[in-house]
């Protein structure tokens, strides 16, 4: 079974400042993996997806980007981080049947 | 393009009720798979159903959805609350393997005692 690995678990940033969160899958080789994010009592929303190393489609930017530099490994960061960027992000990968999406336990961001 | 509705925001119960969250769908495609996510407080998103075969009832840790093609639906419902069900649900569809996984925008149930 696949296991999504992300972090940090949580983070406090100042407005302004760079930003990276980082999620790693195992047990599944050449994943789909996407980024979603939540904000505080708000629905899911899809961010980026990817398919392969090097390859990433982004569905809402939102001032964020991107990268896929391993084929288990899926970066999100922004160089100048806003207020609105706050909320919980979540990465997630499909497997099984019907490409099922499961997620990460997920990096709670904070920002002052 | 495809859509998923989920027409309740918040549904308060009773423990011990009968719950039922609805979902409906958009698409043009004849063989979508819909699936039902349960979010915990400060936790994420988890499977609770998927079903992809019509008319076929799925169940999983008491709910249950039958997905229905004729009336675009994949309601979800469970015949007694507990108070450990309030959680944000989410409704989703998927029409093809790469790429997107469509959400509803959620509906959060709060079962009190």
């Known amino acids: 079974a696949q296991t999504i690995h992300q972090w940090p678990v949580a983070e406090i940033k100042a407005v302004g400042s760079p930003l990276s969160l980082g999620c790693t899958i195992k047990g599944k080789s050449s994943p789909n993996l996407y980024w979603y994010w939540q904000a505080t009592g708000g629905t899911l929303q899809q961010l980026f997806y990817?398919?392969?190393?090097?390859?990433v489609e982004s569905v809402v930017q939102l001032n964020l980007s991107a990268s896929r530099p391993k084929d288990d490994q899926f970066i999100l960061s922004t160089e100048k981080l806003l207020l609105s960027h706050s909320g919980f992000y979540l990465c997630?990968?499909?497997?099984?049947?019907?490409?099922?999406?499961?997620f990460g336990s997920g990096t709670r961001l904070t920002v002052l | 393009g495809d859509s998923v509705t989920q027409t309740e925001g918040l549904v308060t119960l009773t423990e011990g009720l009968p719950v039922m969250l609805n979902c409906t769908y958009q698409?043009?495609?004849?063989?979508?798979?819909l699936f039902w996510y349960v979010q915990h407080l400060n936790e994420s998103p988890r499977l609770l159903l998927k079903s992809f075969t019509d008319n076929k009832r799925t169940e999983h840790q008491g709910f249950h959805a039958t997905l229905h093609k004729s009336s675009s639906s994949f309601h979800l419902q469970k015949s007694s609350a507990q108070l450990s069900d309030s959680a944000l649900y989410y409704c989703?569809?998927?029409?093809?393997?790469?790429?997107?996984?469509?959400f509803g925008r959620g509906t959060r149930l709060q079962v009190y005692a």
């Open positions: 989703a569809l998927r029409t093809q393997v790469v790429g997107q996984l469509t």
């Open positions: 997630a990968s499909t497997g099984g049947a019907a490409e099922t999406l499961y």
């Open positions: 698409t043009i495609y004849s063989n979508p798979f």
């Open positions: 990817s398919i392969t190393v090097g390859q």
